[in-house]
């Protein structure tokens, strides 16, 4: 199957500074890409979508200068999470879209812990 | 309400019995998604079904479309099948999922 990977798995980082998410897709092209986030002992909701080459779309309710997003080639979104607060501390996942033969297939990276002071 | 509606929340079950998980959903619907989640939080996908029956394994999953709902059976179960499962669903005209809350289970030995 797929990979999808995430980088870093881990972080903690002091509220105010910035983290950078990595979500790479390893053997196959996406166009899409998805990030959501998952609060302790909640559903994942989805935050936004990234399209390779254009703006991402947010969900509602999530702040898009806040949560920065760059889909800057067809294997590689980033997602930085701006000044972060210990209430973005969460755990979060990205899918990457992979198209084959007509059908959208959602792979899912393992996930990044963010922890902020 | 929740779009995706999962039942039971948690389950626990001793080896070797059959497990069913229920999803049911409100919305019309273009795919959907059953997912393994386990205690590190990476997410395996085990199906995506628009229609019928797939099996994988022990693991079968079923869809009803006209009913708006979704099982997933897990035959001879097994400690290691212990995690979250989740249904997730793409709504028409959409690309992301939207998640039901998850089931939790625990296969005892």
């Known amino acids: 199957g797929a990979v999808v990977s995430q980088h870093p798995s881990w972080v903690i980082c002091k509220s105010g500074t910035s983290v950078k998410i990595e979500c790479r897709s390893l053997?196959?092209?996406?166009?899409?890409m998805f990030w959501y986030r998952q609060f302790p002992k909640q559903s994942l909701m989805l935050m936004a979508t990234?399209?390779?080459?254009?703006?991402?779309?947010?969900e509602q309710g999530v702040e898009k200068d806040k949560f920065l997003i760059n889909h800057a080639s067809l294997t590689l979104s980033t997602l930085t999470v701006t000044s972060a607060h210990p209430e973005d501390s969460s755990f979060y996942i990205c899918?990457?879209?992979?198209?084959?033969?007509?059908?959208?297939?959602?792979?899912f990276g393992p996930g990044t812990r963010l922890t902020v002071l | 309400k929740n779009e995706v509606e999962q039942s039971p929340q948690n389950l626990t079950a001793q080896e070797g019995e059959f497990i069913t998980i229920n999803c049911s959903y409100s919305v019309g619907i273009s795919a959907l998604h059953w997912l393994q989640q386990h205690p590190g939080g990476g997410i395996v996908s085990l199906f995506m079904?628009?229609?019928g029956k797939k099996k994988h394994g022990r693991l079968i999953a079923t869809i009803n479309i006209q009913e708006k709902h979704s099982s997933l059976h897990i035959t001879a179960s097994h400690p290691r099948d212990s995690a979250v499962y989740i249904c997730?669903?793409?709504?028409?005209?959409?690309?992301?999922?939207?998640f039901g809350k998850g089931t939790h289970l625990i296969i005892q030995p």
């Open positions: 990234s399209n390779e080459g254009s703006k991402a779309t947010y």
């Open positions: 997730a669903v793409r709504l028409k005209g959409a690309d992301g999922l939207t």
């Open positions: 079904l628009s229609s």
């Open positions: 899918s990457a879209n992979k198209r084959d033969l007509g059908t959208d297939t959602q792979y």
């Open positions: 053997d196959f092209q996406a166009t899409t």
